[in-house]
């Protein structure tokens, strides 16, 4: 399995401002996908970090708010711009493991106040 | 997009009890996992199971993806099984993208 790891783990922001999440592969990955998961909801794909080229948003996500880095195979980064209380989430890295498995770091608890 | 849907979205449990949980999907899939988020947030891995059954200790899933459909079984159940079980699917050339399932929140009490 793969083992991913997320930095912040928890972090409380001011309203307007902007935080980076960075998410850490113990193996090469050919892509990285970011999730959020709003409070007692499921899990939404954001986007698809892809090294190399731009990302991927998925529909309702958008380059300005959440600006995505994947400056090599192991390594990507989300930033959550201009943040309200309504981007309070826990947002998560996810990469595809061996036999399809997707694995998924601890996740960055994120609350704006 | 494909659907995702299951049932129950509320269980509670008395220890020592087995529970089934439902998944239900709207088109055909390449891949399809089983979670157990714990109330710290994290995404545990129970099964990979885009068809057939599997177990692992007391839990057990089978998928029947001709009907579209997978369940988790859930045996003796512990206070440490509680937290939120979701579905989540790869729909047919989704390029590793899941769908998540609306989750089942699970309690189980002495």
């Known amino acids: 399995s793969a083992v991913i790891s997320q930095k912040p783990s928890r972090d409380i922001c001011q309203r307007g401002t902007s935080l980076t999440i960075q998410c850490q592969v113990d193996?090469?990955?050919?892509?990285m996908f970011w999730y959020r998961q709003q409070p007692g909801q499921s899990l939404t794909l954001i986007a698809t970090?892809?090294?190399?080229?731009?990302?991927?948003?998925e529909s309702g996500f958008v380059i300005d708010k959440f600006p995505i880095s994947r400056p090599n195979l192991t390594f990507s980064t989300l930033t959550v711009s201009n943040m309200s209380p309504e981007d309070s989430s826990i947002y998560l890295c996810?990469?595809?493991?061996?036999?399809?498995?997707?694995?998924f770091g601890e996740g960055s608890w994120l609350t704006v106040v | 997009g494909i659907q995702v849907e299951q049932s129950p979205p509320d269980l509670i449990l008395q220890e020592g009890a087995n529970s089934t949980l439902r998944c239900n999907f709207s088109?055909?899939?390449?891949?399809l996992q089983w979670f157990h988020q714990n109330p710290w947030g994290q995404l545990i891995n129970l099964f990979y199971?885009?068809?057939g059954t599997k177990q692992n200790g007391r839990l057990s899933a089978t998928t029947v993806a001709t009907e579209r459909y997978s369940l988790l079984y859930i045996s003796s159940s512990q206070t440490t099984d509680s937290g939120v079980y979701f579905c989540?699917?790869?729909?047919?050339?989704?390029?590793?993208?899941?769908?998540f399932g609306t989750g089942t929140q699970l309690k189980v009490e002495l």
């Open positions: 996810s990469v595809p493991g061996v036999g399809n498995t997707i694995y």
């Open positions: 193996s090469q990955v050919t892509m």
């Open positions: 970090a892809n090294q190399g080229s731009e990302a991927t948003y």
């Open positions: 088109d055909s899939v390449n891949n």
């Open positions: 199971i885009p068809s």
């Open positions: 989540a699917v790869e729909p047919t050339g989704g390029g590793n993208k899941l769908t």
